[in-house]
């Protein structure tokens, strides 16, 4: 998010990426969980999401979305492809499941009392994996 200043202001489109951190933000490595066949868990080289601040925000975000009835990978979707200078989001799955679930966020409607908590993790987190 520290870039979507200049991009909003110089109307430069962004094809975002990554929007679940690599699976972190689906919460299925909270407390440690490896769950089998995850990228985790086959290649070993995500720790980017587990230094400083990474994990705070990481459940910060995941437990917003459980507070408000919201799965969390289809919030961080929902969440990225709604920034006014994001033109496509590219999204992975590993399953068909997980797929349609990517799809489906498009259809979700993020509330104002959302996009507020967002907002006021962001400025908890601003940078949380240095």
Same mark, same amino acid.
């Given at each position: 998010?520290?870039? +979507? ?6 109307? @430069?489109?962004?094809? $975002? *990426?990554? !929007? ?5 933000? %689906? ?9 089998p066949g995850s990228r985790? %868990?086959?290649?070993? &080289?995500?720790? &980017? ?7 705070? $925000?990481? +459940? ?7 507070? =408000?009835?919201? /799965? !969390? ?5 929902? *969440?990225? @492809? +709604?920034? !006014?200078? @994001? ?12 797929l349609e679930s990517d ?5 979700? %409607? #993020? ?7 967002? /907002?006021?993790? =962001? #400025? /908890? ?6």
């Amino acid at each position: 998010m520290g870039l +979507s200043e200049i991009f909003y202001q110089e109307q @430069v489109s962004l094809l $975002a *990426y990554s !929007p679940l951190g690599q699976g972190y933000l %689906t919460g299925k490595y909270e407390n440690g969980a490896l769950p089998p066949g995850s990228r985790k %868990t086959l290649f070993d &080289r995500l720790g &980017r999401y587990e230094k400083g601040n990474g994990p705070r $925000a990481v +459940s910060a975000y995941v437990a917003l979305a459980k507070k =408000h009835g919201l /799965d !969390p990978a289809q919030m961080a979707i929902r *969440y990225a @492809v +709604s920034r !006014p200078f @994001v033109t496509s989001c590219i999204i992975g799955a590993t399953s068909m499941a997980q797929l349609e679930s990517d799809i489906e966020a498009i259809n979700i %409607t #993020l509330s104002d009392d959302v996009l507020e908590d967002i /907002d006021q993790i =962001h #400025l /908890d987190y601003p940078n949380p994996c240095p």
